[in-house]
C-alpha cells in the first residue's frame, strides 16, 4: 500500500491497490443501476461506485484551515458576549434588573447552593439568548419532511408560549438516512402488529424472563447481516457503550481513542476503570506512535506490560463528517496485535454497498475488527444498539453486561421495525434507498463546496457540516433557514471547540432532488446575506453561476 | 568551659575579618558576581535539584523486540456455557398475568407488572395509534428535532400526578438516575448512600466521582453517625465546607430487599444537616399510596421537601424509560448537564404514549386500584409466612418479596430447583439475578412478584407449590 499525506493543507489522500475481497466489475454491474443511472446522466453528476479505479477516492477528506480573520472575529463575538454577561449578572446582582429562572425551594435555608454561579453563567447569558433554535418540538413523523410546533416567547427565551399552529419545514436534521422514518408502509404495519401479538413491553430483564422469541430472531438476523457469528441487542444506543466498556476492559489494560469520540464511548472508557489516552484525530502515524510507545514502556508508572490494548473508534464521527480510516486501522491492529472496536452509530445501513457499514465501504473482512458496535435509531429509525462479534465475546457479553441483567428488554414494535427495515435493507428496496442516499450525499456535498463554502469531512459521508465561526451568525442561519422552510442543525460550544461553530446537515434518502435544490437555493440565499463564503482553496459563487 | 577566647584572640579575628572585607572591596567584580553565583549553584543543587532517575535508553532493536514478545491476553476469558444468562426461558406472545413458554401457559409472578398493563387493549390502542401518526422511532436527541409534542405531554402530566412543578423523561430506565447523579454530584461532593441500593443507582455514584459515603442498609442510626462525623470534620474546614454538596441517595422501596425507607426520619435530619436528597422509586411508583404517588404518599411527607423524585416507567407503567419530577429549579438541570438525555435518541413516541394512557388509567381508577394492590400484597404475605422453611423478606404491603431458604440451605442451586419444579407446575418465578460486582451483593434469593389481577386461589396456588417445591428440595 502505497499512502502519500500531506499533512499541511489537511487533505489527505491514500492510494490503494485493490485487494480480492474488493467486489468485481461484474457483480457490481448485475445490482440496480440503471435507474439512478439515467437520473445522473440527465444531471451530468457521475458516481463513483461504478468505476473501480475511484478506490482511491475512498478516503479522501477535507479540513479547510480556518480563516484568520474568521477567527478573530469568532474571538471577539465570544468577547462581547461575556461582557454583557457579566453586566448582566451584576445588574441582577444589584436587583435593578429582575432575576429571572426559577428559584431554588431551600435558598433560605443555609444548604450549600446547588449550582455554582459561574457554572451557569453560559446558561445564564449565552444559550438563553438564542435558545430557540434547540430543542425545538415536533408534530409528526420525523421524516424528510415534518410538522414544527410553533412557539413564540414573549420575555427573550426564558419562557414559551404555544399558538397550537404548525410549521411546515424540510427536515434536514434528524437522523434518517435510509428515510425508514414512515408512519405507514411494510415497517409501519408490522410493528403495529406487534403490538397487538406481543403487547407495548415486557417489563423485565433478558437474564430473567425477559427474552421473548423476537429478540433471538433479531440477534440471529443481524448476525446474518454483518456477516458476524453472533450478536446481542440492547435497547438504548449511548447506554450499549457506557455499559458494555466495562465489561471488555478493565484495569490493567489500556484503551486507546480517538479525541472527537462520542460522549457515551467516553463514559464506558472512563466506568470501566482501564487507563486511557487519545490519538489525534483519524492520525495514524500519532496512533502508532502510541501503541509502540505502550507496548515498549508499559504502565506509565509501574512498567507493568499491558494486559491489553484496545483502540476505540467511529465509523463516521457526526460532529466532524469524517470516516475511520480502516484499511490502515486494520494494518496496524494486527501489526501490534492490539483490538478494535468501531461503533458504527451513523455509518450502520448508511454506508456500504450494501448497508453493511464502514466494512463494507472498505471491503474490509468483518472478522478483522474485534467488536462491531451499532445503534438503531439513524438508519434503521428505531431504537436501541448491539454489538457484534464472535460467538465467544459475544456469550461473554451476555453473562456480564450491566444492561443485560439489569435493563428492561426491547419492546416488540422497537424490535418489528428493525427487523422489517433490515429484511427491506437485504433487497430491492434497500438498494434503492443505498444508492439514493449516496447520490443525494455526492449531489449536496457538491454543491455546498463549488459554492464556496467550507464543507467538512469526506465526501461519501451523509452527515455533512459546513461551517460558520461566529456564534451570532450561526443563529441567524439558523432563524433565517426555520423562516425560508428549512429546518437545520446548528452546534456550537460546548459540544464543538470555541471557534468551529457550525451547522450540520444530515441528508436522508428520503430527500427528494426537489427538496435539496430547495434547500441549496435557501443555504445560498441566507449565505450570502450573512457572508459565510469562508473557502480560499474553492472559489465563491451563486448557485445560479453553477 | 569550653574554649575561652581571650581578649587577643577576638581582636586577632576582628582584624582577619576586617582584612577579609578589606579584599572583598578591592576584587575585581567580575570576580565576586563568579563567586556569588558559585554560591548560589550550590544551594540550589543541594536544596531544590531532585535526584533524576537514570533513562533507559533503549536502541531501536530492542524496542523491535518488545514489540514483537508482546502477548496480549485474549479480549474474553473462556465462557461456561451452563452459565444461566446463556440458558434462560424463551417467551411467546404477551407477557401479562400468564405469559407462554414453549407453548404451555403459566402464571406469572416474575415480571415487574405490577399493575398489568401490559397487553392491556386501551394502552396497546393509544400506542398503535401514535405509530399511525408518528412511525416508530424519533431519530434525533431531545435538542435536535427529537423532542414530540408527545413527550411534553407526558413530562406535564407525570408532573401533575406528583404534584411537582416540572418532569423531565428518558429513553431507558437503567439511564434514568444513572444519568441524574453524575449531574449534580461533582468531584468534590459528598453522597450518603444506603448500601442495598440497585445496580444502576451505584453505577450513577461511580460515575459521578464523589466522596461516597455508604450507610447500613435502611440504618437510620448508622447514617446519623455519618452525618455526625462529617459534621464534625466540616467545622475544621469551615470555608471549604461551604461549597461541598451533600446529597442522599436513597430508594423508596427497595428493589433488592422489598422493605420501604425510613422517610420521615430522613427528611427531618435533612434540614438539620442541610443535605439534599435524591429519591428513587422504580417500585413504589404506581404500588405504594393511596393514589399510587409513592413512599411520600404513604407518609402523608410534602412531596416539596424531597428535591428530586427519580422513577422508571418500566414497572408499573408498562412502557419503557424512566423519568424524574422535582421543583423546576433542580429538574431543569438536567436539560443541560444529564448525559443520558441529551446524548441520546428521545424515546419512541408509542412508548410516550402507552405511558400516558398508563397514566390516565392510574388517575380515573384514583384509589380502588392501589387499595387493591396493597390488600393483595398483605394476604400473601400473610399466606408465604405461613409456609415453614422460607423466609420472606420485604414489607408486608409490598408487592415484591424476596423468598429465601433458611440459612444452610439458601444455596443458588436450590432456589433454581425450586424455579424449575414450580415451572412444571405452571408457575413462572425467577430467581434474582445480580452481576458479581455489586458493592454488596444480596443472598441468592427469588423474586416473587405480586400482579393486581390475581385472584386469592392464584395466591394460594402459588403457595401450594412453593411448599411442594420446598418438600422436595430438602429431602
Same mark, same amino acid.
Given at each position: 500500500?502505497?499512502?502519500?499525506?500531506?499533512?499541511?493543507?489537511?487533505?489527505?489522500?491514500?492510494?490503494?491497490?485493490?485487494?480480492?475481497?474488493?467486489?468485481?466489475?461484474?457483480?457490481?454491474?448485475?445490482?440496480?443501476?440503471?435507474?439512478?443511472?439515467?437520473?445522473?446522466?440527465?444531471?451530468?453528476?457521475?458516481?463513483?461506485?461504478?468505476?473501480?479505479?475511484?478506490?482511491?477516492?475512498?478516503?479522501?477528506?477535507?479540513?479547510?484551515?480556518?480563516?484568520?480573520?474568521?477567527?478573530?472575529?469568532?474571538?471577539?463575538?465570544?468577547?462581547?458576549?461575556?461582557? #454583557?454577561?457579566?453586566?448582566?449578572?451584576?445588574? !441582577?446582582?444589584?436587583? %435593578?434588573?429582575?432575576?429571572?429562572? +426559577?428559584?431554588? @425551594?431551600? /435558598?433560605?435555608?443555609?444548604?450549600?447552593?446547588?449550582?455554582?454561579?459561574?457554572?451557569? #453563567?453560559?446558561?445564564?447569558?449565552?444559550?438563553? !439568548?438564542?435558545?430557540? %433554535?434547540?430543542?425545538?418540538?415536533? +408534530?409528526?413523523? @420525523?421524516? /424528510?419532511?415534518?410538522?414544527?410546533?410553533?412557539?413564540?416567547?414573549?420575555?427573550?427565551?426564558?419562557?414559551?408560549?404555544?399558538?397550537?399552529?404548525?410549521?411546515?419545514? %424540510?427536515?434536514?436534521?434528524?437522523?434518517?438516512?435510509?428515510?425508514? /422514518?414512515?408512519?405507514?408502509?411494510?415497517?409501519?404495519?408490522?410493528?403495529?402488529?406487534?403490538?397487538?401479538?406481543?403487547?407495548?413491553?415486557?417489563?423485565?430483564?433478558?437474564?430473567?424472563?425477559?427474552?421473548?422469541?423476537?429478540?433471538?430472531?433479531?440477534?440471529?438476523?443481524?448476525?446474518?447481516?454483518?456477516?458476524?457469528?453472533?450478536?446481542?441487542?440492547?435497547?438504548?444506543?449511548?447506554?450499549?457503550n457506557s455499559l458494555n466498556l466495562p465489561v471488555l476492559a478493565s484495569k490493567g489494560d489500556l484503551i486507546l481513542s480517538d479525541e472527537m469520540n462520542h460522549v457515551s464511548l467516553i463514559l464506558g472508557i472512563r466506568l470501566s476503570g482501564a487507563s486511557y489516552q487519545t490519538f489525534a484525530h483519524n492520525d495514524m502515524k500519532d496512533l502508532e506512535k502510541k501503541l509502540r510507545a505502550a507496548i515498549v514502556h508499559g504502565h506509565p508508572r509501574t512498567n507493568r506490560p499491558w494486559k491489553k490494548i484496545i483502540i476505540v473508534v467511529e465509523g463516521i464521527y457526526s460532529m466532524e463528517g469524517s470516516i475511520c480510516r480502516l484499511p490502515e486501522l486494520i494494518e496496524l491492529k494486527k501489526k501490534y496485535k492490539a483490538y478494535l472496536y468501531m461503533d458504527e452509530a451513523h455509518s450502520i445501513g448508511a454506508m456500504g454497498k450494501h448497508g453493511r457499514g464502514i466494512v463494507d465501504y472498505f471491503g474490509a473482512d468483518t472478522n478483522d475488527v474485534d467488536i462491531l458496535m451499532g445503534t438503531f435509531t439513524k438508519s434503521f429509525a428505531s431504537a436501541g444498539g448491539y454489538i457484534a462479534g464472535k460467538k465467544s465475546l459475544i456469550d461473554y457479553i451476555r453473562m456480564n453486561s450491566h444492561a443485560n441483567t439489569y435493563a428492561s428488554s426491547m419492546p416488540a414494535p422497537v424490535v418489528q421495525q428493525i427487523i422489517s427495515s433490515l429484511r427491506l435493507l437485504q433487497g430491492p428496496e434497500g438498494k434503492k434507498r443505498i444508492y439514493q442516499l449516496a447520490d443525494n450525499t455526492r449531489y449536496f456535498r457538491q454543491k455546498l463546496v463549488d459554492m464556496g463554502f467550507i464543507v467538512y469531512g469526506n465526501k461519501n459521508s451523509p452527515v455533512v457540516p459546513m461551517l460558520i465561526y461566529m456564534p451570532a451568525r450561526v443563529t441567524r442561519f439558523n432563524r433565517e433557514m426555520l423562516r425560508r422552510g428549512i429546518a437545520v442543525v446548528t452546534v456550537g460550544f460546548p459540544a464543538t471547540k470555541l471557534l468551529d461553530a457550525r451547522v450540520r446537515f444530515c441528508i436522508s434518502a428520503a430527500h427528494t432532488r426537489q427538496m435539496l435544490d430547495n434547500?441549496?437555493?435557501?443555504?445560498?440565499?441566507?449565505?450570502?446575506?450573512?457572508?459565510?463564503?469562508?473557502?480560499?482553496?474553492?472559489?465563491?459563487?451563486?448557485?445560479?453561476?453553477? | 568551659?569550653?574554649?575561652?577566647?581571650?581578649?587577643?584572640?577576638?581582636?586577632?579575628?576582628?582584624?582577619?575579618?576586617?582584612?577579609?572585607?578589606?579584599?572583598?572591596?578591592?576584587?575585581?567584580?567580575?570576580?565576586?558576581?563568579?563567586?556569588?553565583?558559585?554560591?548560589?549553584?550550590?544551594?540550589?543543587?543541594?536544596?531544590?535539584?531532585?535526584?533524576?532517575?537514570?533513562?533507559?535508553?533503549?536502541?531501536?532493536?530492542?524496542?523491535?523486540?518488545?514489540?514483537?514478545?508482546?502477548?496480549?491476553?485474549?479480549?474474553?476469558?473462556?465462557?461456561?456455557?451452563?452459565?444461566?444468562?446463556?440458558?434462560?426461558?424463551?417467551?411467546?406472545?404477551?407477557?401479562?398475568?400468564?405469559?407462554?413458554?414453549?407453548?404451555?401457559?403459566?402464571?406469572?409472578?416474575?415480571?415487574?407488572?405490577?399493575?398489568?398493563?401490559?397487553?392491556?387493549?386501551?394502552?396497546?390502542?393509544?400506542?398503535?395509534?401514535?405509530?399511525?401518526?408518528?412511525?416508530?422511532?424519533?431519530?434525533?436527541?431531545?435538542?435536535?428535532?427529537?423532542?414530540?409534542?408527545?413527550?411534553?405531554?407526558?413530562?406535564?402530566?407525570?408532573?401533575?400526578?406528583?404534584?411537582?412543578?416540572?418532569?423531565?423523561?428518558?429513553?431507558?430506565?437503567?439511564?434514568?438516575?444513572?444519568?441524574?447523579?453524575?449531574?449534580?454530584?461533582?468531584?468534590?461532593?459528598?453522597?450518603?448512600?444506603?448500601?442495598?441500593?440497585?445496580?444502576?443507582?451505584?453505577?450513577?455514584?461511580?460515575?459521578?466521582?464523589?466522596?461516597?459515603?455508604?450507610?447500613?442498609?435502611?440504618?437510620?442510626?448508622?447514617?446519623?453517625?455519618?452525618?455526625?462525623?462529617?459534621?464534625?470534620?466540616?467545622?475544621?474546614?469551615?470555608?471549604?465546607?461551604?461549597?461541598?454538596?451533600?446529597?442522599?441517595?436513597?430508594?423508596?422501596?427497595?428493589?433488592?430487599?422489598?422493605?420501604?425507607?425510613?422517610?420521615?426520619?430522613?427528611?427531618?435530619?435533612?434540614?438539620?444537616?442541610?443535605?439534599?436528597?435524591?429519591?428513587?422509586?422504580?417500585?413504589?411508583?404506581?404500588?405504594?399510596?393511596?393514589?399510587?404517588?409513592?413512599?411520600?404518599?404513604?407518609?402523608?411527607?410534602?412531596?416539596?421537601?424531597?428535591?428530586?423524585?427519580?422513577?422508571?416507567?418500566?414497572?408499573?407503567?408498562?412502557?419503557?424509560?424512566?423519568?424524574?419530577?422535582?421543583?423546576?429549579?433542580?429538574?431543569?438541570?438536567?436539560?443541560?448537564?444529564?448525559?443520558?438525555?441529551?446524548?441520546?435518541?428521545?424515546?419512541?413516541?408509542?412508548?410516550?404514549?402507552?405511558?400516558?394512557?398508563?397514566?390516565?388509567?392510574?388517575?380515573?381508577?384514583?384509589?380502588?386500584?392501589?387499595?387493591?394492590?396493597?390488600?393483595?400484597?398483605?394476604?400473601?404475605?400473610?399466606?408465604?409466612?405461613?409456609?415453614?422453611?422460607?423466609?420472606?423478606?420485604?414489607?408486608?404491603?409490598?408487592?415484591?418479596?424476596?423468598?429465601?431458604?433458611?440459612?444452610?440451605?439458601?444455596?443458588?442451586?436450590?432456589?433454581?430447583?425450586?424455579?424449575?419444579?414450580?415451572?412444571?407446575?405452571?408457575?413462572?418465578?425467577?430467581?434474582?439475578?445480580?452481576?458479581?460486582?455489586?458493592?454488596?451483593?444480596?443472598?441468592?434469593?427469588?423474586?416473587?412478584?405480586?400482579?393486581?389481577?390475581?385472584?386469592?386461589?392464584?395466591?394460594?396456588?402459588?403457595?401450594?407449590?412453593?411448599?411442594?417445591?420446598?418438600?422436595?428440595?430438602?429431602?
Amino acid at each position: 500500500m502505497v499512502a502519500s499525506s500531506l499533512q499541511a493543507g489537511h487533505v489527505t489522500t491514500v492510494h490503494r491497490h485493490l485487494t480480492s475481497k474488493f467486489h468485481s466489475n461484474e457483480e457490481m454491474g448485475q445490482t440496480v443501476f440503471p435507474l439512478i443511472d439515467e437520473n445522473l446522466k440527465k444531471n451530468n453528476y457521475k458516481i463513483g461506485i461504478e468505476n473501480n479505479n475511484d478506490d482511491e477516492n475512498l478516503q479522501r477528506e477535507e479540513f479547510e484551515e480556518t480563516p484568520l480573520y474568521a477567527a478573530i472575529l469568532t474571538y471577539l463575538s465570544y468577547a462581547i458576549l461575556c461582557l #454583557f454577561g457579566w453586566l448582566r449578572d451584576f445588574l !441582577r446582582q444589584s436587583h %435593578i434588573e429582575t432575576k429571572r429562572g +426559577a428559584v431554588d @425551594p431551600n /435558598a433560605s435555608l443555609a444548604f450549600v447552593p446547588l449550582y455554582q454561579s459561574y457554572e451557569s #453563567f453560559y446558561t445564564r447569558n449565552m444559550y438563553t !439568548r438564542v435558545r430557540d %433554535i434547540f430543542n425545538r418540538p415536533i +408534530a409528526s413523523v @420525523p421524516g /424528510a419532511q415534518f410538522e414544527l410546533t410553533e412557539r413564540v416567547s414573549d420575555d427573550y427565551n426564558w419562557t414559551y408560549r404555544y399558538t397550537g399552529k404548525t410549521i411546515s419545514a %424540510i427536515n434536514l436534521g434528524s437522523y434518517n438516512y435510509l428515510g425508514f /422514518a414512515e408512519k405507514t408502509g411494510p415497517c409501519a404495519t408490522n410493528a403495529i402488529n406487534s403490538i397487538k401479538t406481543f403487547g407495548v413491553a415486557n417489563c423485565n430483564t433478558r437474564t430473567e424472563i425477559g427474552t421473548q422469541r423476537y429478540h433471538v430472531e433479531l440477534e440471529q438476523l443481524l448476525a446474518d447481516f454483518l456477516h458476524v457469528e453472533s450478536s446481542i441487542a440492547f435497547g438504548m444506543g449511548f447506554a450499549t457503550n457506557s455499559l458494555n466498556l466495562p465489561v471488555l476492559a478493565s484495569k490493567g489494560d489500556l484503551i486507546l481513542s480517538d479525541e472527537m469520540n462520542h460522549v457515551s464511548l467516553i463514559l464506558g472508557i472512563r466506568l470501566s476503570g482501564a487507563s486511557y489516552q487519545t490519538f489525534a484525530h483519524n492520525d495514524m502515524k500519532d496512533l502508532e506512535k502510541k501503541l509502540r510507545a505502550a507496548i515498549v514502556h508499559g504502565h506509565p508508572r509501574t512498567n507493568r506490560p499491558w494486559k491489553k490494548i484496545i483502540i476505540v473508534v467511529e465509523g463516521i464521527y457526526s460532529m466532524e463528517g469524517s470516516i475511520c480510516r480502516l484499511p490502515e486501522l486494520i494494518e496496524l491492529k494486527k501489526k501490534y496485535k492490539a483490538y478494535l472496536y468501531m461503533d458504527e452509530a451513523h455509518s450502520i445501513g448508511a454506508m456500504g454497498k450494501h448497508g453493511r457499514g464502514i466494512v463494507d465501504y472498505f471491503g474490509a473482512d468483518t472478522n478483522d475488527v474485534d467488536i462491531l458496535m451499532g445503534t438503531f435509531t439513524k438508519s434503521f429509525a428505531s431504537a436501541g444498539g448491539y454489538i457484534a462479534g464472535k460467538k465467544s465475546l459475544i456469550d461473554y457479553i451476555r453473562m456480564n453486561s450491566h444492561a443485560n441483567t439489569y435493563a428492561s428488554s426491547m419492546p416488540a414494535p422497537v424490535v418489528q421495525q428493525i427487523i422489517s427495515s433490515l429484511r427491506l435493507l437485504q433487497g430491492p428496496e434497500g438498494k434503492k434507498r443505498i444508492y439514493q442516499l449516496a447520490d443525494n450525499t455526492r449531489y449536496f456535498r457538491q454543491k455546498l463546496v463549488d459554492m464556496g463554502f467550507i464543507v467538512y469531512g469526506n465526501k461519501n459521508s451523509p452527515v455533512v457540516p459546513m461551517l460558520i465561526y461566529m456564534p451570532a451568525r450561526v443563529t441567524r442561519f439558523n432563524r433565517e433557514m426555520l423562516r425560508r422552510g428549512i429546518a437545520v442543525v446548528t452546534v456550537g460550544f460546548p459540544a464543538t471547540k470555541l471557534l468551529d461553530a457550525r451547522v450540520r446537515f444530515c441528508i436522508s434518502a428520503a430527500h427528494t432532488r426537489q427538496m435539496l435544490d430547495n434547500a441549496l437555493i435557501s443555504i445560498d440565499e441566507v449565505g450570502t446575506e450573512i457572508s459565510l463564503r469562508y473557502s480560499t482553496r474553492h472559489k465563491s459563487r451563486r448557485l445560479r453561476e453553477l | 568551659m569550653g574554649s575561652s577566647m581571650t581578649r587577643g584572640d577576638i581582636e586577632n579575628l576582628a582584624t582577619d575579618f576586617y582584612g577579609l572585607l578589606e579584599s572583598f572591596k578591592h576584587a575585581p567584580l567580575y570576580h565576586i558576581s563568579f563567586e556569588i553565583f558559585l554560591v548560589l549553584a550550590v544551594i540550589w543543587l543541594v536544596v531544590f535539584r531532585k535526584p533524576r532517575p537514570i533513562e533507559k535508553k533503549l536502541t531501536e532493536k530492542e524496542k523491535q523486540d518488545l514489540i514483537d514478545e508482546w502477548q496480549p491476553e485474549p479480549l474474553v476469558p473462556s465462557v461456561d456455557p451452563n452459565h444461566p444468562a446463556l440458558n434462560v426461558r424463551v417467551l411467546d406472545g404477551i407477557v401479562g398475568k400468564t405469559v407462554e413458554i414453549d407453548g404451555k401457559k403459566s402464571l406469572n409472578f416474575a415480571t415487574f407488572n405490577f399493575l398489568n398493563f401490559v397487553g392491556n387493549q386501551r394502552i396497546a390502542d393509544k400506542a398503535i395509534q401514535a405509530v399511525q401518526k408518528y412511525g416508530v422511532g424519533s431519530c434525533g436527541p431531545r435538542g435536535f428535532y427529537g423532542t414530540i409534542d408527545i413527550h411534553l405531554e407526558l413530562e406535564e402530566r407525570l408532573a401533575r400526578f406528583f404534584q411537582c412543578e416540572e418532569g423531565i423523561i428518558y429513553s431507558y430506565g437503567f439511564s434514568t438516575i444513572a444519568s441524574i447523579i453524575p449531574a449534580y454530584s461533582k468531584r468534590n461532593d459528598i453522597l450518603f448512600v444506603d448500601e442495598g441500593v440497585h445496580y444502576a443507582i451505584q453505577k450513577g455514584v461511580e460515575a459521578s466521582r464523589s466522596h461516597v459515603k455508604w450507610f447500613r442498609h435502611n440504618d437510620i442510626n448508622d447514617l446519623e453517625r455519618l452525618l455526625a462525623e462529617q459534621e464534625v470534620l466540616d467545622k475544621k474546614i469551615p470555608k471549604k465546607a461551604r461549597s461541598i454538596r451533600r446529597f442522599l441517595i436513597i430508594e423508596g422501596l427497595y428493589v433488592n430487599y422489598g422493605d420501604i425507607c425510613p422517610l420521615p426520619r430522613m427528611v427531618e435530619l435533612k434540614y438539620k444537616y442541610k443535605y439534599r436528597i435524591f429519591m428513587d422509586e422504580s417500585v413504589s411508583f404506581g404500588t405504594i399510596g393511596q393514589a399510587g404517588r409513592g413512599v411520600t404518599e404513604y407518609y402523608g411527607i410534602d412531596r416539596q421537601k424531597i428535591d428530586l423524585i427519580s422513577s422508571t416507567l418500566e414497572y408499573a407503567a408498562g412502557s419503557i424509560g424512566g423519568f424524574a419530577v422535582g421543583s423546576s429549579f433542580v429538574v431543569d438541570h438536567q436539560r443541560l448537564s444529564a448525559q443520558g438525555y441529551c446524548f441520546s435518541a428521545s424515546l419512541p413516541p408509542l412508548l410516550a404514549a402507552a405511558a400516558i394512557e398508563a397514566l390516565n388509567i392510574m388517575e380515573e381508577d384514583n384509589t380502588l386500584l392501589f387499595e387493591t394492590i396493597m390488600e393483595k400484597s398483605k394476604r400473601l404475605h400473610k399466606k408465604l409466612l405461613s409456609i415453614k422453611g422460607y423466609i420472606i423478606s420485604g414489607d408486608e404491603i409490598s408487592p415484591l418479596k424476596h423468598i429465601r431458604l433458611t440459612h444452610a440451605f439458601n444455596t443458588i442451586g436450590r432456589l433454581e430447583e425450586i424455579v424449575q419444579f414450580a415451572q412444571t407446575r405452571d408457575i413462572t418465578i425467577t430467581v434474582a439475578r445480580y452481576l458479581n460486582d455489586e458493592h454488596l451483593l444480596p443472598e441468592p434469593s427469588i423474586r416473587l412478584i405480586l400482579n393486581v389481577e390475581m385472584t386469592d386461589e392464584e395466591l394460594e396456588f402459588l403457595c401450594a407449590v412453593l411448599q411442594e417445591a420446598l418438600v422436595k428440595v430438602t429431602t
